[in-house]
Structures are given as C-alpha cells and as structure tokens.
C-alpha cells in the first residue's frame, strides 16, 4: 500500500506545480518537453545496472513499440486538454479527463475477468459521482457548445486509453527489472512529440523558451516520473484488484488535490464539492473494505 500512497503523493505534486506555472507564467508546452526530458533521465538512473548495450538493445524490447505510442498520446491528449479548456472551461476538462478512470476500471473488469460484487458496483458509482462532484467547480455545472462536444469526448477517451495501456503493457509485456527503463522510454517519446510541436510552433514564431520553463519543466519531471513509476508497482499489489486500485488512486488523487488547493491557493469550492468530498472517502473505504 505504501507505493499505492506515493503514487497518488506524486500524481499530487503535480497538481501543485501546475498550479505554480499559472502563478509564475511559465509556459506549460515549453515545461512539459523539460519535464518528460528529466522524467526520462531519471528512469535511465535509477534503471539498474544498465550498460550502453542494454540500451541499444531498448527497441527489441516487447514492450517497446506500446510504450512509444504512450509517449505520443501524453502529447496529444495534453493538446486536446487545452483545447477544451479553450472551448469550455477548466470544469469540463477536468471532468472529461477525470471520469476516464471509468475505462480502465471496465477494461480490467472485462478483460482479466476481475470479480464485481454489488458493494464493489455501488463503490465505483461513488467513486464517479464524488468525481464530479468534486471536478465541477461551476455554480451552473458544465457548460459547453454542442459543435465542440468532440474535444471534451476525445480527452476522456485518450485518458481512459492511456491508463488501460499502461495496465495492460505492464501486466503482458514489462518485468519487475525493467520498470524504470519501460518508464524512461515513455518519456523519451513524449519529449521528442512534444518537441516536434514545439518546433512548428518556433516555425511560425509562436513559441520561444524561457529560463522558467526549464525550471518549472525539472520541477515538474522529477514527481512526474515517481508517479507513473509508483503507479505501475501499484497495479502489482497483491490483495487488490486493479479496478480498486484505479478507483482509489484517482478519487484519492482528486480529493488530495482539492484540499490542497484549498490550503495551499485559498481555492473556495461550493457545498456540492464538499458532497462530492464526503462521498469519495466513502467510496475509497467500501472499495478497500470489499477487497
């Protein structure tokens, strides 16, 4: 349970330096090619014993070609992200990116056939509802143009499909011993997406870096990486499912969040949040006392 708990520090912690480049103006694109860049040097670190060969080696690896393809979607789904906040606001987004856990929670349940009892049923349905409840932060709720639905439907499907890839490529293909070299790679594919996009926006003159950037993009990668790190061993706990574990990393995510902000950026959330609170900690308790 210990690494469950780091990851969901971590996944935190970059709730918190988000919130920082907003603060300082740091340039997120920009941050985030930083950020995938360390996150990538710290998973070839803290890889042991790794000789120059072995990392030649990387693309004969069987897990090579998904994890690539994770690197991609970080970058394409962090577009879509922006997007939407263009067109609809933070609340949408944050409820189009945090409802996915419903994805990964149905792909685990059908595909490796994990068991659904009524408590567990009734404990997900929580988990959802506290999500959004939790998410919206508008006093009218959602809001959006019917013609820009595509944006929010399309973040909560990269979402979802990235956290069941990532289930899945570390139960098929990704040894204990390869953890962090699997987690490096991921990395080095989002940083060299994102610094194809950051190349066509320097084309058109739309972009330049700044000494923030690099500093917040560190700042960021080093939380960055622990969390998808942890999250990984996280799926391996024995005693619990991986649809509990996906249920009770992200509610937990979202509710430390929330009071983070609440502590840390004097953030005013509404009754219908604090609801939404309340009801993720029941939801967190059923789920782990079912298990």
Known sequence: MIVLLLSILSSSAIYIAFKLFGKYKITTLNALIVNYFTAFILGLSLQDQLSISE??????????????????????????????TQKGGM?????????????PVLFVIVYYDEPLGPLKIIGILMALVSVYLVSVRR???????????????????????IESSIKFL?????????????SANTFLFACLTGSMVFGFRTLSGKAKFSWKDILGGVLLGIPNYFSIYFFILALRIDGLDSSSIFIINNVSIVLLST???????????SPKNWIGIGIAILSILLITYVN
């Open 170 to 182: 570390e139960n098929t293909y990704v040894p204990d011993s390869e953890i962090s070299l699997f």
């Open 91 to 103: 609340s949408v987004v944050s409820v189009a990116s945090k409802m996915s856990v419903a994805i």
């Open 55 to 84: 990392l030649l080696e990387t693309p004969q690896k069987d897990w090579f070609y998904g994890s690539m393809a994770l690197g991609v979607m970080f970058i394409l789904v962090f577009s879509l992200m922006v997007i939407t």
């Open 139 to 161: 006093r009218d709720g959602l809001s959006i143009d019917m013609k820009f639905f595509i944006f929010p439907l399309l973040v909560f499907l990269g979402s979802g499909l």
């Open 259 to 269: 009071l983070l902000g609440i502590i840390c950026f004097k953030e005013k959330i």
